[in-house]
Every structure is written in structure tokens, then in C-alpha cells.
């Protein structure tokens, strides 16, 4: 249902550094940048996906916008757990530790940080261990 989304940040440069290494456990490459001259906006802005398909955007400079939450998809537990990890490394403040959360399903297993912006991303596994 959804092609892609995105949402302003304050600092174009730490934000593309911060999810380039969160995303990448979750097999999220950068795939696209818009030169702040090409885009409507007049900012940059960094598309992150799969296959080459930017799905999820970052951009802009002062972000105005209140914080979101941002759920993405991890194929197992152990890219939830290193996804976790990375973004805790790249400057991530925890706001969940993997594991169930059975309150949602029997198997969503999930982890939660906040990025420099306040931002809640979550990685979330739905398979069986």
C-alpha cells in the first residue's frame, strides 16, 4: 500500500551517516541522493531501500515535523539483534531491547531506538524462531 515515506531531520549529514550503518543489518543500502538544487524542497535528501528501490527518505535541514515512528521490516531475529546493535553504535539511544513483544503477536519480535532526532525506528521480525 505504501510506496515510500519520509520525514525532515536537523542534520542532513549525521542523519545519512546514522541510518546508512543502522539500515544496513536490515540489508538497506543508501540507493539514491537528490542534490538540494534538484529537489522541490531545496534540501537534499538520502533514499535508503532494497534492490535499489529508495523506499524510505530523509532530508531537509531543521526539521519542524514532530517525531515519528518508523517500523522496518527484518527478514530474521538476528538482523533485528544486529540492526540493534548498529544503531546503538551509530549514535541510536535505546528505546526497546530486542525481543517479543507478544502483546502485538505471538511472534513479533522487534527492537526499538531513537535517532538524533528523536525519531522511533523499530526493526521487526513476524517469522517463528
Request: proline share 0%; no cysteine.
Given at each position: 500500500m505504501i510506496d515510500h515515506f519520509g520525514f525532515g531531520v536537523a542534520d542532513y549529514?549525521?542523519?545519512k551517516a546514522f541510518y546508512t550503518a543502522a539500515l544496513a543489518p536490515l540489508g538497506y543500502t543508501l540507493v539514491m541522493e537528490v542534490a538540494a538544487a534538484d529537489n522541490p524542497s531545496g534540501a537534499p535528501a538520502a533514499g535508503f531501500g532494497r534492490d535499489g528501490k529508495p523506499d524510505f527518505w530523509i532530508g531537509g535541514e531543521g526539521r519542524t515535523s514532530p517525531p515519528m515512528h518508523v517500523a522496518l521490516t527484518a527478514d530474521t531475529r538476528a538482523a533485528v539483534d544486529a540492526f540493534h546493535a548498529a544503531a546503538l553504535v551509530a549514535g541510536a539511544t535505546?528505546?526497546?531491547?530486542p525481543g517479543l513483544r507478544p502483546q502485538y503477536h505471538a511472534n513479533y519480535y522487534a527492537a526499538f531506538v531513537r535517532d538524533a532526532d528523536g525519531h522511533n525506528l523499530e526493526a521487526v521480525c513476524h517469522a517463528p524462531a
Open positions: 549529514a549525521v542523519a535505546d528505546n526497546g531491547a
